[in-house]
């Protein structure tokens, strides 16, 4: 069966430090990837995702960024973090686009 | 451009009574519909989905929902909530004509079971 995993589960951070969260898949090859924020009583925002090795679609301008530098992993970065960084980030899978599967999720505490 | 809205951001209800938890959406051309649900610091599980067939699709655990395209809803409902329904839940919307399977999201629904 198919499992995604994140770390750090947790992350306090300070302004203007960087920023690598990763992402990984088992089980499936191929998947579509993708990075979503979830700040504090908002919905889920649509960052990032990728359909294959190298091919990233951004959603949202903003300072962050990602990479996909093997097929079943997902990296999101930031050179310099922003206060309003903070939030909960989650990695989510699919195959063929239907039905996406999420991670457990990193809280972020930018201070 | 696709848009998802859930009216209600909080919901109360006593435990063993039925609820209704609201979901629309701008349009009706060609989209998946599902319902993912969160515990506090955990990621979105997945409830139940639409992607063709039966209008009216179930979970596992008791929660059922209606495709209606006339109204563009996806309405989840339970006739009988327990005290570990307690969660938050979204409503997401994938426009199957984009080609690239994005989900627009909802703001949230926070389920609140009482004894």
């Known amino acids: 069966s198919q499992t995604i995993h994140q770390w750090p589960a947790t992350l306090v951070q300070p302004v203007g430090s960087p920023l690598s969260l990763e992402c990984t898949v088992e089980g499936t090859s191929n998947p579509n990837l993708y990075w979503y924020r979830q700040a504090a009583g908002r919905g889920l925002q649509l960052l990032f995702y990728s359909i294959g090795i190298g091919q990233i679609s951004s959603e949202v301008p903003q300072n962050l960024s990602a990479s996909r530098p093997q097929d079943r992993q997902f990296i999101l970065s930031s050179k310099k973090l922003l206060l309003s960084d903070s939030g909960f980030y989650l990695c989510a899978w699919s195959l063929s686009g239907e039905t996406q599967y999420f991670g457990p999720g990193t809280r972020l505490l930018v201070l | 451009a696709q848009s998802v809205t859930q009216l209600d951001s909080q919901v109360p209800v006593f435990e063993e009574a039925p609820v209704e938890l609201r979901c629309n959406y701008s349009s009706s051309v060609s989209v998946y519909l599902f319902w993912y649900v969160q515990y506090p610091n955990q990621g979105l599980q997945l409830l139940l989905k639409?992607?063709?067939?039966?209008?009216l699709v179930e979970s596992i655990n008791g929660f059922e929902a209606e495709f209606n395209k006339s109204q563009t809803s996806f309405h989840l409902r339970k006739p009988s909530v327990h005290i570990s329904d307690t969660a938050e839940y979204f409503c997401a919307v994938s426009d199957r004509a984009s080609g690239t399977y994005k989900y627009i999201f909802g703001t949230g629904t926070r389920l609140k079971v009482l004894a």
């Open positions: 639409y992607l063709s067939g039966s209008t």
